[in-house]
């Protein structure tokens, strides 16, 4: 089992940027964030595997993760924050292949969640 613990969520004013980190309770292939805009599925954002290859959902291109392997964790970089980037902000953690990165079936642990609101 392995927890994943969110934090660094709050309010952002429009164009700012904000960062949020992602601790595991141990070593996982890969670590990734989603998001769930209101009245929105569950999207992929990024995600970083075992070898150290970012991937990045469709029009992410706002978004940096990083990871640091030796701490476990994982940090989501939101540059030039948008008023629907307002979204419930997930981290992820499992061993998805090459082509399910942006599944969210293809990931076992989840965390709870952290809130981001972008206000104009």
């Known amino acids: 089992q392995v927890r994943l613990v969110e934090s660094g969520g709050g309010l952002v004013q429009a164009g700012g940027l904000l960062s949020l980190s992602c601790t595991a309770s141990?070593?996982?292939?890969?670590m990734g964030w989603f998001r769930e805009r209101p009245g929105k599925e569950r999207e992929f954002v990024g995600a970083?595997?075992?070898?150290?290859?970012a991937i990045y959902g469709y029009n992410m291109d706002q978004f940096i993760v990083a990871r640091e392997k030796a701490k476990n964790t994982l940090a989501l970089q939101m540059n030039n924050a948008r008023l629907n980037d307002t979204a419930v902000y997930y981290c992820?953690?499992?061993?998805?292949?090459?082509?399910?990165?942006?599944?969210?079936?293809?990931?076992?642990?989840w965390g709870q969640g952290t809130q981001v609101t972008v206000s104009s």
């Open positions: 970083i595997n075992r070898v150290g290859d």
């Open positions: 992820a953690a499992g061993s998805p292949d090459s082509g399910s990165y942006y599944r969210t079936w293809a990931y076992e642990y």
């Open positions: 141990r070593r996982t292939e890969t």
